[in-house]
């Protein structure tokens, strides 16, 4: 006999089989309140042999996050063991799996399981995996990340480089980098981290820079005794404490979508920053010729330290290429390099690819996105019933730490659950309703910092369009705090498929 689902007549508990893709922030919130419902047949298929996502991938020298560490938390998981103001890759790793191993979550996910397609039969979906497997589910829910797919540069002679060469997000961290040169290339947030880590560990450390970012101070300061008390011991406390938090970030926030005087506070913060830079001819190299926060900002107190050291050198001439001894700028110089790194970031852009997905009438994702990344809100697609994303195309960024956002994006994705289980449908949302939410989403990303301020950047879409939704957190709390089921096409389930479930 099947077990107990959203299509059987009979069931007493009526309780969706759902699918969940990616056991990464959102992958493994997702769990959490599916098992606080009581909704305990889910499935979370990884790809990888473990959970955690970015902080999973991310293992180069120096990764934390530059998000304040109890801020970076699930609102009802406070931590209260963090010791410093911002958290250690590492250490998120281990809070995010603590989190799911307390909250039940752990035996729901599959790993080795990379989700290659889905199919909509009708009722419901077929999830194929890369191993062959199938995986039925009444709702799917992508929850697969958007930073994940590395990029690496097409620079010609790229493969002949002779030494180690990766990608950050895939350290190989069998290869010492004690007394070596190492070329990095790529002045990111990640690129801007790792310099500071491993400044004083190689002999040399060639900084390939081909567009300087603005850094923004800030320090990484220890969490007084009484202070880790208080958060272990007051709920309350730790509380305000988030809040206080969260305030101070979305008020930063606001610079990148308008406010005035946030932004001109913010920005003189970071040219003070620059101007710690000693030598004018390194701060000149160092100096963007765009505005603060066009690009994603840098937050470091050690970058602008880690590069006047003598050990680094930051090399400004265009790569021309790489060969097997180093790589070889515009000007003809060879820099000889044991061991090459790429912090090129990643293909933001590929969300849910390269997973072949077919919804209702045999409409696939890629004929649904020919133009752009159509979605509700960042968390349903048109012609994809009970199809949900967390933290999608488009998903609002720059004001809050993601996992807020994705907090409130779980929370509304629930609601049309209940709704879909409550009245056995399959929700798909409108296409009308979905142009609009895009276009008006685009038409405030272009005019914030974004899309003003002159530079290049991964926010930007393939028509040069920020694919990031400015609104604030409080903005999203307030579009999603209920579903608007008029944006959806709604439909009962088929009668057969009922029939043939019970
Ligand atoms: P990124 O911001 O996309 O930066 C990629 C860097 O590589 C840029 O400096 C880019 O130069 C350079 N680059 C790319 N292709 C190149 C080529 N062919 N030749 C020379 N240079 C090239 O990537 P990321 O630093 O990995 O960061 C990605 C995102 O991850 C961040 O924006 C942030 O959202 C997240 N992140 C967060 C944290 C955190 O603490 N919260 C830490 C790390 C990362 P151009 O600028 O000229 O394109």
Not at 38 to 61: H, M, S, V
Not at 101 to 107: E, F, I, M, Q, S
Not at 365 to 371: A, G, Q, S
Not at 396 to 410: D, F, M
């Amino acid at each position: 006999m099947s077990e107990p689902h959203l299509n059987t007549a009979n069931a007493r508990r009526t309780e969706p089989r759902v699918v969940i893709i990616g056991a990464g922030i959102s992958g493994i919130l997702l769990g959490v309140k599916l098992r606080e419902r009581g909704w305990l047949n889910f499935t979370i298929l990884e790809k990888a042999g473990t959970l955690g996502g970015t902080w999973r991938d991310n293992r180069y020298p120096g990764v934390a996050c530059d998000v304040p560490a109890h801020l970076y938390v699930y609102s009802f998981a406070p931590n209260p063991a963090w010791r410093s103001r911002y958290a250690k890759g590492p250490d998120i790793w281990k809070y995010y799996h603590g989190v799911a191993r307390r909250h039940g979550v752990l035996p729901h996910i599959q790993y080795g399981k990379e989700v290659v397609g889905a199919e909509f039969d009708g009722a419901g979906w077929r999830v194929e995996t890369s191993d062959g497997s199938i995986h039925e589910a009444d709702i799917v829910i992508a929850a697969s990340g958007r930073l994940h797919h590395p990029v690496m540069p097409d620079i010609p002679g790229v493969d002949s480089f002779a030494g180690p060469k990766f990608h950050t997000s895939r350290w190989d961290a069998s290869v010492k980098l004690a007394g070596k040169r190492l070329g990095l290339i790529g002045t990111g947030s990640t690129a801007t981290q790792a310099v500071a880590a491993l400044a004083d560990q190689v002999a040399q450390l060639k900084l390939f820079q081909r567009t300087p970012q603005w850094v923004f101070p800030v320090q990484d300061t220890p969490v007084p005794w009484w202070k880790r008390v208080a958060y272990r011991l007051s709920p309350a406390y730790a509380r305000k404490y988030y809040q206080t938090l969260q305030a101070q970030t979305e008020a930063r926030g606001r610079a990148a979508t308008g406010d005035r005087d946030a932004r001109a506070a913010r920005d003189q913060q970071c040219v003070d920053a620059l101007a710690t830079v000693r030598d004018p001819a390194l701060r000149a190299k160092l100096t963007p010729n765009y505005e603060v926060g066009c690009k994603r900002l840098v937050m470091s107190g050690t970058f602008y330290q880690a590069v006047q050291k003598p050990s680094v050198d930051v090399v400004t001439d265009g790569i021309d290429h790489i060969e097997p001894k180093g790589v070889v700028t515009k000007d003809g110089r060879l820099h000889e390099l044991d061991v090459l790194v790429f912090a090129t970031g990643f293909d933001a852009h590929a969300y849910l690819r390269p997973m072949r997905l077919v919804g209702e009438g045999g409409v696939t994702l890629d004929e649904v996105w020919r133009d752009l990344p159509l979605t509700y809100r960042s968390i349903a697609i048109p012609n994809m019933p009970n199809f949900f994303l967390i933290n999608g195309p488009y998903s609002p960024g720059g004001s809050a730490s993601v996992v807020g956002i994705v907090e409130v994006q779980v929370d509304y994705v629930l609601k049309l659950m209940e709704h879909i289980v409550r009245d056995k449908v399959l929700l798909v949302p409108r296409e009308g309703a979905s142009l609009a939410w895009l276009e008006d989403a685009r038409e405030r990303a272009r005019n914030s910092v974004w899309g003003t301020g002159g530079c290049q950047s991964w926010y930007l879409d393939k028509t040069g369009t920020p694919s990031i939704d400015p609104s604030t957190l409080s903005e999203l709390k307030a579009q999603l705090a209920q579903p608007r089921l008029e944006d959806f096409v709604e439909r009962p389930l088929p009668v057969d498929v009922e029939t043939k479930a019970a």
